[in-house]
């Protein structure tokens, strides 16, 4: 078995129910953090950590999530005959080349253990990533090249944390780790002995929740034949790492590098569209002038427009 990390899948099959109604015809992952959607945002990092194919884990009417990795050949054509380069350029960037890209249904909504198993025929008996496109990293070096780098010293199965009010820990999948061998705050890799989905704050083991991205071993997809149901009467993919840990696979929990933005909430995507409009030095100044312009204004004010 390859330790190499080359595939990773993406679960994009839900409905996106808290966007509505845009959502009703627009892919949750197709909404744009300033001009580029939420999937490639996360398909940018798992190409920087090296992944050399994606895999799309979706349901029926979200076919332009696969679209839009392909070629566009009426626009590329006239974006070439304006000699709009830089337009030409950022299109072209999107495209994965043939091979690159696969797509699997998810037909019943059974959670995100079930998506993941969706797509075990592809992975073989080697680790793949999973990235969720709802959590948006900012970081100097990827969040999931980061990771990658740490399993490549550790190996076995890991997940990405952040410390959380134990207030706002319920909604999440919450590591137990083990104490006396993890090390400090100081330290990235956190040993886990086991995982529990969305506890009541106070009978959860930490204040470590699991965040979007993580590396699988091949050990999880044989718990996730095996898992029932748990939170929610879905298939939980914290429940499957949880049960691997316990039968003796080396887990990890791994705290990155970054400020992560929770883009599944409306809050979130809006506090995450401001902090990347503000790093483009484009419209930062402008924005910036805005927002001092709001936050200053009489409450219930209309501020006219530049």
């Known amino acids: 078995m390859s330790n190499r990390i080359k595939r990773a899948i993406f679960p994009v099959a839900g409905m996106g129910t808290r966007f509505l109604p845009v959502t009703k015809s627009v892919p949750k992952e ?44 009426a626009l590329e054509a006239a974006l070439e005959a304006k000699g709009s380069v830089g337009c030409l350029e950022d299109v072209m960037s999107t495209v994965l080349a043939p091979g690159k890209l696969a797509t699997v249904r998810q037909v ?41 780098e740490a399993h490549a010293k550790c190996g076995g199965t890991m997940v990405a944390t952040m410390r959380l009010p134990r207030a706002e820990v319920s909604s999440y999948g919450v590591i137990d780790p083990m104490r006396g061998i ?38 999880v997809f044989d718990q996730l034949d095996q898992v029932r149901p748990g939170a929610g009467g879905e298939i939980q993919l914290t429940d499957a790492i949880a049960a691997a840990a316990a039968a003796g696979e080396p887990v990890f929990g791994f705290r990155f590098e970054g400020r992560r933005f929770d883009c599944g909430s409306k809050a979130g995507f809006i506090e995450a569209s401001v902090a990347f409009a503000l790093q483009r030095p484009e419209l930062r100044d402008r924005l ?4 001092r312009r709001e936050l200053h204004a009489p409450e219930g004010a209309v501020l006219a427009a530049e």
């Open 108 to 148: 019943d909504p059974l959670g995100l253990g079930h998506a993941v198993w969706c797509a075990r025929e592809l992975c073989g008996d080697e680790p793949v990533a999973v990235l969720l496109p709802d959590d948006v990293i900012s970081s100097q070096t990827p969040c999931l090249q980061q990771m990658v």
């Open 182 to 219: 993890s090390g400090g705050d100081a330290e990235p890799l956190v040993a886990v002995r086991g995982l529990v989905e969305k506890p009541a704050a106070a009978d959860a083991p930490s204040d470590l929740a699991v965040i979007g991205r993580y590396i699988l071993a091949p050990a």
């Open 288 to 291: 910036k002038a805005f927002l």
């Open 30 to 73: 197709m909404l744009p953090l300033v001009d580029r959607p939420l999937i490639q945002y996360a398909v940018d990092e798992a190409r920087a950590a090296g992944i050399e194919q994606i895999i799309l884990v979706t349901a029926p009417g979200k076919a332009s999530l696969e679209h839009y990795f392909d070629r566009a050949a």
